[in-house]
């Protein structure tokens, strides 16, 4: 086990940050932490980096237990917060060669291993730039080559796409891919469940402080009773259709807005084909038909009531 | 090394604005000094004071001394009535006024009691003067009269007049000129706090306000660098940074004061700022923990800078600031160090006894490093305790 958390409560003035959080992170797993902004994602992070002092539970890496002076540990450990945490008076190539200089005092071998982090996250270009003439996708990248270019066994990433255009969030998700295939264990967190459900091997999703569901994303769509959700695009639509629709087995929600009509159905076979018998019964003209499997929105949805994708859709 | 580097290279970046600091010092004290501006330097010019002569002697002995007098006084061209020269004397149009009564020379000549009248400015500076030097013209008559048979009077007139046209040469001596270029390296010290604050507090804001911000700290602190170490790492880099501003800015004073540096005084004046540079880096440092932008710092560059340099006699000499103002400016550093330098400027020469007064203001001076740090450690550990 890599990482491993049991019973942990945080207090902040009174408030519950960590409820009685566990996990467990196995080694060579893409571990995501999946939860709204507020979830608790980041205060466990910085309590299993021993960056926060918590008021109960323990917490093992690497099978000892983390302290702020575990500094054998924290050798194997690469970190990406969340915020961009570089010198604004280096440059990308001396702002990698002071952390990985953290960890490597070996000069020679540190040159090396910052040439292959400057390749790696692709900023060749631009490494005698100062951090202020990088763009927002390039300074994530930066971000990340200061955390990863010692090689880290272990490397843990706080919502590191935070604010990131889609061409640099692709090759960050990529690059996190790779590093896992070369051998690291990655503890990934993030709102953005795409990414979690793109990337990830296990999952936990939060909310509250607590782990609400975790396993795979098989697993977790599994817990839920929720099957696909279907769009039809309808052109001749009369009122006591979405009456019909909602009495046709497994559907569990119909809704008709701007032409288009979305049944939610519970898990069953043949689902879409008896929506359209139906339509085609009734002789509706149909458009464009859309038939999406369950997502980890719809698992949050479930589990708490709550919709994930608005928390995400808040901050950005 | 990596946070030393780090912490040099921060410096780095913020060059352009230290060597400015530095700059102005240098052009503001190597100009004075070439000027030789002194504020505290007393200088001497000679004047000649008004005076009228009445003689109605009309002796040769009585022009003897008009003559002599002449050449210290200027004669005004009065009325003997008693009314026009107490108005001289009021109007400051004549300090002194002398009246020779007829038979002055002969009473002289004959060893009787020889009388001259004198109404002049009570107390004032050109009474004593004048006094001084019709007092030297008879007593030196006297002396020929009484060690000399058969004189005339014209005779005894032309040795006197022989005798008072002797000087003496006059050499101006090393200590003189020492104490003119202890003066000029005291007030070119006395600059020296107003820089070595600016530029400390400059840098080492700069430097320790990127080593807090949260991110970057936290990112140190997940890092397998002890705590220990980072902190001394940063700790030397400070004091580096100090002793090289020190450096630098003690260098022009070789150039300028040469080998004056390497005597007991300028070892004392270096000395003493070396000890202020400690007292103003743990200040610096105690700054950097209170300010949170870059703005900030460099309004708080200026501000502790500037204030206390006005207040503690940097460029107004200590003399012409009021009591209550020093009163206050004892509380910072910069007083007891221009109070140390003014001393070590006006010292006569370097003994056990004068060097004391200059140590206990030395210490005065650590203390103040000593509390500033201790206050700046306290703030920190609150800190930390208060975010986890």
Known sequence: MVIKVENLVKRYDGLIALDHFSLEVREGEIFGLLGPNGSGKTTAINCILSLLKYDKGTIEVYGRPMTPDAYDIKRNIGIIMQNVAVFDELTVYENIDYFCGLYIPDRKKRKELVEEAIDFVELNKFRNFLPKKLSGGLLRRLNIACGIAHKPSLIILDEPTVAVDPQSRKKILEGIKELNKNGATVVYTSHYMEEVEEICTRI??????????????????????????????????????????????????????????????????????????????RQIETGRIYSEPPTLNDVFLEITGKELRDYAKGVQ | MQVY??????????????????????????????????????????????????????????????????????????????????????????????????????????????????????????????????????????????????????????????????????????????????????????????????????????????????????????????????????????????????????????????????????????????????????????????????????????VVSLGSSFISGVFVPQELLSDTVLRISSFTPAYWYVKSNNDIAGMGEVTAMSRAPIFNNMLIILGFAAASFTIALVITKQRRIKKQ
């Open chain 1, 204 to 281: 936990a999703i939060m909310d509250k402080g607590k782990v609400i569901a975790l396993g795979t994303k098989d697993e977790l769509k599994g817990m839920i009773h929720s099957g696909e959700k279907v769009t039809i695009e309808i052109f001749d639509y009369s009122s006591n259709i979405l009456e019909e629709v909602r009495s046709i087995p497994h559907i569990i929600t119909a809704e008709y807005t701007d032409n288009l009509l979305v049944a939610r159905f519970s898990k069953g076979k043949n689902n879409l084909g008896v929506l359209l018998d139906y339509l085609r019964s």
């Open chain 2, 5 to 302: 580097k780090a912490f040099f290279r921060i410096i780095q970046k913020n060059l352009l604005q230290i060597i400015i600091y530095v700059f102005v010092f240098l052009a503001v004290s190597i100009s004075l000094t070439i000027a030789g501006v002194n504020p505290v330097q007393t200088e001497f010019t000679q004047t000649k004071i008004s005076m009228a002569f009445f003689d109605y002697d009309n002796s040769s002995l009585s022009l003897g001394l008009k003559n002599h007098l002449a050449k210290t006084g200027r004669m005004a061209d009065l009325a003997d009535e008693a009314e026009s020269i107490q108005d001289a004397l009021f109007f400051r149009e004549i300090e002194y006024a002398l009246r020779v009564p007829q038979g002055f020379a002969e009473a002289l000549m004959s060893g009787e009691e020889a009388y001259i009248e004198k109404i002049s400015v009570p107390a004032s500076v050109s009474e004593v003067y004048l006094d001084n030097a019709v007092n030297k013209y008879l007593n030196t008559a006297r002396i020929y009269i009484s060690n000399t048979e058969g004189l005339s009077q014209e005779e005894l007139a032309d040795y006197i007049a022989a005798d008072m046209e002797k000087s003496a040469k006059v050499e101006v001596n090393r200590e003189i000129e020492e104490l003119t270029l202890s003066q000029k390296a005291g007030n070119h010290y006395n600059y020296m706090a107003y820089s070595l604050f600016a530029v400390l507090i400059l840098g080492v804001s700069s430097v320790m306000l990127v080593f807090q911000s949260q991110d970057l700290k936290n990112r140190n602190l997940c890092s397998p660098i002890t705590l220990r170490n980072m902190n001394f790492q940063l700790i030397l880099g400070n004091i580096s940074y100090a002793v090289l501003a020190w450096m630098v800015m003690n260098l022009p004073s070789i150039f300028m004061f040469g080998s004056f540096m390497f005597t007991a005084k300028g070892l004392l004046l270096m000395a003493n700022s070396l000890i202020f540079t400690m007292a103003a880096l743990s200040i610096s440092f105690l700054i950097s923990i209170l300010v949170t932008s870059p703005g900030a710092v460099s309004a708080a560059a200026n």
